[in-house]
Structures are given as structure tokens and as C-alpha cells.
């Protein structure tokens, strides 16, 4: 039933869909509604909220009462998102009609084909790229200025460290440089926290030259974490490491959402690190960029080697392979 094939006819509708393995009656067509599709305040921030304060979900097990976190809300929204890069041939749409909501205190990954339009809509949610149309907002406000109020952390593929700082002089770059919450003696004293968080206290000292590729990728993380953004955005942070570390950074990261109660957008390419991470799932398809489906992720957490274990979690691994698949084969055609 669940890993049945997905009718190629509903990823031709340009609404995006949720998916549901416990649903007594699957079938896309009865969840097709843009309403319940996790936009605004909507269904898919009331799920986690549910799943919060019924004891199985993030907010409870990782905060003890998860009191005080308005887990109803979508801290990050993006509405009506187009995007459309200027070319000789006249212009790209690389992005049509995206909305997302993200709940406060989330785990969220976008995945999908290589030129799907990931980073850019990264970008837009971070307010590093402004859309040509829509708009997107972190707690209400336009994401440019939750960007320049450094309310909003971002990781990339690639670390760019500056080479001649040792790791936590990297770490603690952007308090220096006007953090929200002052650089000087508190912006060194959080990069050596954050350091400490990502399991690199023994590296502080070190020039980016004696560390190893996973080792930058957790001092870029440390240096979006000195800021204590609210929220983290990421886009594929290890996917230029080896499996073993990736996997290993893959726990840091969920132990370091758990400890610090952050809002996170991991942009991946990994299906079964987006099942294993996520609370909710959007998957994008391409040509041009769209979101297909968001599929809320409802296994228990903390997750952990047992989650894997959990037959639902092939499901859903199953169900987000055949969507990519018959979403890439749609782009090429
Ligand atoms: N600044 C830009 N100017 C023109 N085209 C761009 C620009 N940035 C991205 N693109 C194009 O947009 C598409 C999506 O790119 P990107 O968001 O990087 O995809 P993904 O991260 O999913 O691989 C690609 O076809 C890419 O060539
Ligand atoms: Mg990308």
C-alpha cells in the first residue's frame, strides 16, 4: 500500500501534496487542496505542534515540557515564490509559485534534482536573493532584514573559512563583525562554546590548513551558531564529506537542534538523511523548480539507530524515491 507507485498524473497538477503512510486512504488526489498542503498556519505546523505537546514529537522529547515555544506558528514563510534568472534566450523560470512554511522549532529539508532551485530558494528564505515575485518572511518580517539582523544563520556546501584565523577566530567572525548579540570577548567566548558544541574544542587553536573537511564544515556550523540565530538555514553542509562523517555529522546536527531548540532548513540531497532529520520534508521537482509534495516525517524522536530500524522508515525512503525519479523524468521530458 504505501510503497505503491506514485501516479505520475498528480505531479503534472502544479499543487504541492502531502503524503501520509498512516492515512486509512492514500491516494493523492484527496489531499491535492492547496489548503492542507502546509501553508500559513496550517496543517503542517499544527501537526508538529500536535505531535510537540502529545509527548512522541521534537518539542517534547527534546526540550523536557517544550513550554514557552509557540510551535503553532511558521516561523519562516514563503508565499507566491517566482524566480527568474535573466539569459541571452530572453529569462529561466527557475522557480515557480514555491510556498513554504516552516513551524518555529522545525527540522525541515528540501530536496530534490540537481538544478531543482534549492539554493536559490535557500537564498530567498535567508534574504541573501530577492524574488521576482512573492515574498518571503521569517517571524513576520521580510527575510532581508531578519538577515541583516543577523536573526538567521547560514551554512553552505562549502565552509570558507579564512585561512590565516585559527578555528575559533573562523567561529567567532561574524559577532565580530556586528553581531546581534555584540563580538568582542562574548563573540570569542560563544565560538568557543559552539566549537565545544560541534565537538571541537580540541581544534580551537587550529588554522584551517591542520583540519579536515569535516572538521571546517563544523567550524562554518560553530560560526553560524555564535550568532544564537533562531534559525538555521543550510544547504547540503556535508555533502562533500565521506559517508561515515556525514553520518556522524548528521547526529551532531539533530543533537545540536535538540540542545539549542533552533528552527532548521537542511537543503539535501540524501533521502534517507532528510527521513532521518526531518519533521517534514519538502520535495522539489524540476524545470521548473516546484515543490511536489511536503511529507511530514512521523516517526519518533529522538531518533536514533532504532528509527532506521522502523518499517516505516523504508516507506518513506521508498515513497521519496519514486517521486524524484518520476519528478526528474517529468523535468527532462
Ligand atoms: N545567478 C544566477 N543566474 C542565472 N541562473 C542561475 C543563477 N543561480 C542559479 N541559476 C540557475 O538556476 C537553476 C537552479 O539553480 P540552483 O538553485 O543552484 O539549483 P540546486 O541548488 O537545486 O542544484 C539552475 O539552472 C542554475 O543554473
Ligand atoms: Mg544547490
Not at 534534482?113 to 513576520?140: D, F, N, Q, V
Not at 591542520?210 to 555564535?226: D, K, N, T, Y
Request: aromatic fraction near 4%.
Amino acid at each position: 500500500m504505501i510503497g505503491k507507485a506514485v501516479d505520475p498524473a498528480h505531479l503534472q497538477a502544479q499543487d504541492a501534496r502531502r503524503w501520509d503512510p498512516l492515512s486509512p486512504a492514500p491516494g493523492f488526489a484527496a489531499r491535492a487542496d492547496r489548503s492542507s498542503a502546509g501553508l500559513g498556519p496550517a496543517p503542517s505546523a499544527s501537526g508538529v505542534a500536535a505531535r510537540g505537546v502529545g509527548g512522541q514529537g521534537a518539542g517534547t522529547d527534546r526540550l523536557g515540557s517544550g513550554a514557552g515555544l509557540h510551535r503553532d506558528a511558521a516561523q519562516i514563510e514563503a508565499r507566491g515564490i517566482w524566480m527568474e534568472f535573466a539569459t541571452r534566450e530572453g529569462g529561466h523560470v527557475v522557480l515557480s509559485d514555491v510556498d513554504v512554511a516552516v513551524p518555529r522549532g522545525s527540522f525541515v529539508s528540501v530536496i530534490g534534482p540537481s538544478g531543482c532551485g534549492k539554493s536559490t530558494l535557500l537564498k530567498i528564505l535567508s534574504g541573501l536573493l530577492e524574488p521576482t515575485a512573492g515574498e518571503a518572511t521569517i517571524a513576520g518580517k521580510p527575510a532581508p532584514e531578519a538577515m541583516r539582523r543577523r536573526e538567521v544563520g547560514v551554512v553552505f556546501q562549502r565552509a570558507t573559512l579564512l585561512p590565516w584565523r585559527r578555528a575559533v577566530a573562523n567561529a567567532s567572525l561574524l559577532t565580530e563583525i556586528g553581531g546581534r548579540r555584540g563580538g568582542g570577548r562574548r563573540g570569542q567566548g560563544a565560538a568557543r562554546e559552539m566549537l565545544e558544541l560541534v565537538g571541537l574544542a580540541d581544534a580551537a587553536d587550529k588554522l584551517p590548513s591542520e583540519l579536515s573537511g569535516g572538521m571546517e564544515q563544523r567550524v562554518a556550523i560553530a560560526r553560524a551558531l555564535a550568532l544564537d540565530p533562531e534559525i538555521l538555514l543550510m544547504d547540503e553542509p556535508f555533502g562533500a564529506l565521506d559517508a561515515i562523517t556525514r553520518e556522524r555529522m548528521n547526529h551532531s546536527l539533530l543533537e545540536i537542534w535538540a540542545r539549542t531548540a533552533k528552527t532548521v532548513v537542511l537543503v539535501t540531497h540524501g533521502i534517507s538523511e532528510a527521513v532521518f532529520m526531518s519533521d517534514q520534508i519538502c520535495v522539489m521537482g524540476t524545470e521548473p523548480g516546484r515543490i511536489l509534495e511536503r511529507l511530514e516525517v512521523d516517526l519518533p524522536r529522538p531518533r536514533t539507530e532504532e528509527t532506521i530500524e522502523n518499517p516505516r522508515f523504508a516507506e518513506y525512503e521508498r515513497h521519496l524515491r519514486s517521486l524524484l525519479i518520476s519528478g526528474s523524468a517529468e523535468g527532462r521530458s
